[in-house]
């Protein structure tokens, strides 16, 4: 399979999943007989979540079709289910093994995001050239901190939802 047909795939699938989302959070109770804040109704999170990943599910596919995704392409040399199946197993990980187990959301979510960005750029390394492993640590440490500060203080402070 061609990534581009992969990536029509993906993008429907997200498109789709998406969807679902954003029309069950709109079927959400907004409590609003109890005069709550309009930023912390309990929708209000997944639904902004299901239209960014029907969103970012229609630029995929639109992509993949100017891609060519509908004509018949063989797999480029390199082309495998293992970084799906490392960013899959990460993920698990992190929900099913980290997050909620005592330690502080941002160190928890640093953490994980450290070990992702770092496992992927790895990956990504060019052969003949390759990036000192010092400085693709220290600036994958640098994104992982940073992103985890901005989320914890974009949910605690904006969405008003206390992290563990």
């Known amino acids: 399979m061609s990534p581009a047909r992969a990536d029509l795939g993906f993008g429907v699938g997200w498109a789709v999943f998406g969807a679902t989302v954003l029309a069950a959070s709109w079927r959400m109770d907004r409590l609003e007989s109890l005069s709550i804040n309009p930023w912390s109704a309990p929708g209000l999170m997944p639904g902004v979540l299901g ?75 060019d052969a003949d050239s390759p990036a000192p492993l010092g400085r693709l640590a220290a600036s994958s440490a640098a994104i992982a901190l940073v992103a985890a500060a901005l989320i914890s203080l974009l949910f605690e402070k904006i969405f008003l939802v206390r992290l563990p």
């Open 51 to 125: 239209a960014l990943m029907l969103l970012f599910g229609i630029a995929l596919a639109v992509r993949a079709l100017t891609q060519g995704a509908l004509v018949g392409q063989s797999a480029p040399p390199g082309v495998s289910v293992g970084r799906t199946l490392l960013a899959l197993g990460l993920c698990l990980a992190y929900a099913a093994g980290l997050l909620g187990r005592g330690l502080p959301f941002w160190l928890t979510s640093s953490a994980f995001m450290f070990v992702a960005i770092l496992a992927f750029r790895m990956l990504d390394r």
